[in-house]
């Protein structure tokens, strides 16, 4: 995901004028809008767990298949080395993927923790030049 998009799902001057305009113009405009501003930062995660679930359902699957995946849905070729190279090419394959996500997974880990850090950032400065601004305040309303 892009993490410098224009549009963030937070509250901001750009998407609340987004959702207000979704309102005049169609009202289930405005409503996805709000949604986004609401749940928008969640859907990442939202992504994954379904893509967990139903990775789930077809192991469940491949196991009450006796690990024959689809292919019994598909029929074998009949011969018995083909069909053995391709449950190993298949397995092959999988272990791969899985790979695959683990990786995409730790990247979003590694995002997120990166974005935390960013805005920890952020913070902390909003807060040392709020201090400083309200020393010197408090410092030239005394002197007066």
């Known amino acids: 995901m892009n993490q410098s998009a224009w549009i963030r799902p937070e509250w901001n001057p750009a998407t609340i004028a987004l959702m207000v305009l979704g309102f005049v113009i169609f009202w289930p405009l405005g409503l ?3 949604a986004y501003i ?3 930062d969640r859907l990442h995660e ?4 379904a ?3 139903v990775d789930r359902g077809f192991d469940t699957m491949r196991r009450y298949t006796s690990g024959k995946g689809f292919s019994q849905y598909t029929g074998g070729t009949g011969n018995a080395a083909f069909d053995d190279w391709r449950r190993q090419e298949l397995e092959r394959i ?3 993927r899985r790979k695959l996500d683990e990786a995409r997974r730790e990247f979003d880990e590694y995002v997120s923790e990166l974005r935390r850090a960013k805005d920890q950032e952020e913070f902390s400065k909003f807060m040392r030049d709020r201090n400083a601004r309200n020393g010197n305040d408090t410092n030239g309303t005394t002197g007066n």
């Open 46 to 49: 939202f992504k994954r767990e």
């Open 32 to 34: 996805a809008m709000l």
């Open 38 to 40: 609401l749940f928008g």
């Open 94 to 96: 999988e272990n791969e």
């Open 51 to 53: 893509n967990a679930t």
